[in-house]
């Protein structure tokens, strides 16, 4: 391919997206250091001892606002299927991961929305909290959202 004007100029307009993009503002939250069991699940008795850790990440594409909790329990549910797939029936010591990439034009741009959720996968008797863990350390961006595109990524 030879090099011409017009095919120089091409490159230069996708550096600057690209370095554009690479300076887009991010907003991180986590559930915290440590990993947490829901505390209807705490105990010696609660559930067996045999435990499997499992990792789910999704990168959700949003318009209009983030509601965090709706995208960290659809990630979780995920993770649910994937425990019962092994065998269990519960998720403990659950941390999940949120990384918030905001758009240049907060009311026409997409929100990219990265979800990592971690947790062991085990049974017991009682059944399962459908929640995920400290909600309370959650930061959303106000609106109404909605969900356009949502892909599981490799961990």
């Excluded at 986590?30 to 609660?46: I, V």
């Excluded at 269990?88 to 026409?108: A, F, Q």
């Excluded at 959720?117 to 085990?122: I, R």
């Amino acid at each position: 391919m030879p090099l011409t004007i017009p095919s120089v100029a091409n490159v230069f307009v996708k550096l600057r997206r690209v370095r554009d993009r690479s300076k887009a503002e991010s907003l991180h939250c986590s559930s915290g250091d440590e990993p947490q069991t829901h505390p209807s699940l705490s105990g010696e008795s609660a559930t067996c001892r045999r435990r499997v850790s499992i990792v789910h990440s999704d990168l959700f594409t949003c318009k209009g606002g983030v509601d965090v909790p709706k995208l960290l329990r659809a990630t979780r549910m995920s993770l649910l299927e994937k425990a019962e797939f092994l065998g269990g029936n519960v998720l403990v010591e659950e941390s999940w991961e949120l990384t918030i990439r905001m758009p240049k034009d907060p009311r026409h741009g997409p929100y990219r929305v990265r979800v990592r959720y971690l947790a062991s996968a085990s049974r017991s008797s009682r059944p399962d909290p459908q929640k995920p863990v400290a909600l309370d350390k959650v930061r959303n961006i106000p609106g109404l959202m909605t969900i356009l595109e949502r892909e599981e990524v490799t961990p």
